[in-house]
């Protein structure tokens, strides 16, 4: 079945720092891919999303490209802030189901002044 | 816009005890979803609702779950004979159409089974 696959954390940067945290997948069709962040206390969020593939998505400087060669979709930031620091999920939602988004198990993000 | 709110926020039974959980979604959103989480991993889709009609199901929803929309706006979400095993965190989300839209998520209920 469809599955996502994206680095273990934790992740501890300093202020400044590039961040890379990967993700994979596996799917039958065509899927449209998602990162969510969780901050801490608060629900899930979309951060960006890319709907096929060489699309990229941006959202508060983080950046993702839909690489279907490759089957990844890698968030990225130029320059992280303590603000930044949250759980990043990886996500995909397959054509065929328009209610069941797969997750990744989360990445967790802890970036220090 | 007031977000996606769930009550309770932390619930804990005994096992064997039935529990219920509430969601209300965004009110002009008729996609409603439930997803189950564990320490350490992503959510899990549970089910999801158009309005009132429930479309999808997942393998993890055993019989002892069962979840509702009787008006197409608020859901519950109800685990009869709980056991150790269901205890997790509890998200409801919604959307005005389907998954590949923005979802917005609510902070979950925690059920701690004993």
């Known amino acids: 079945g469809d599955s996502v696959t994206q680095m273990e954390g934790p992740v501890t940067l300093s202020e400044e720092a590039f961040l890379t945290i990967n993700c994979t997948y596996t799917a039958t069709g065509y899927p449209s891919l998602f990162w969510y962040v969780q901050y801490p206390g608060e629900g899930l969020q979309l951060l960006l999303k890319a709907t096929k593939a060489d699309d990229k998505g941006s959202n508060k400087g983080f950046e993702a490209t839909y690489r279907k060669e490759t089957t990844s979709f890698h968030l990225e930031k130029g320059s992280v802030q303590v603000s930044d620091s949250a759980v990043y999920f990886c996500?995909?939602?397959?054509?065929?189901?328009?209610?069941?988004?797969?997750f990744g198990k989360g990445t967790k993000l802890s970036v220090k002044p | 816009d007031t977000g996606v709110s769930q009550n309770p926020r932390h619930k804990i039974t005994k096992r064997g005890q039935n529990v219920t959980f509430r969601c209300d979604p965004i009110?002009?959103?008729?996609?409603l979803y439930w997803y189950r989480q564990t320490l350490g991993q992503g959510p899990e889709f549970l089910t999801y609702?158009?309005?009132?009609?429930?479309?999808?199901k997942s393998r993890l929803l055993s019989d002892r779950f069962s979840a509702e929309r009787p008006k197409g706006s608020f859901s519950t979400l109800e685990i009869q004979r709980t056991e150790q095993g269901d205890s997790a965190m509890y998200l409801c989300?919604?959307?005005?159409?389907?998954?590949?839209?923005?979802?917005?998520f609510g902070s979950g209920t925690q059920l701690s089974v004993l």
């Open positions: 996500a995909l939602s397959d054509q065929g189901s328009q209610g069941n988004l797969i």
């Open positions: 609702f158009q309005n009132e009609a429930q479309l999808e």
């Open positions: 989300a919604s959307s005005l159409t389907g998954a590949n839209e923005k979802l917005f």
């Open positions: 009110s002009e959103h008729n996609r």
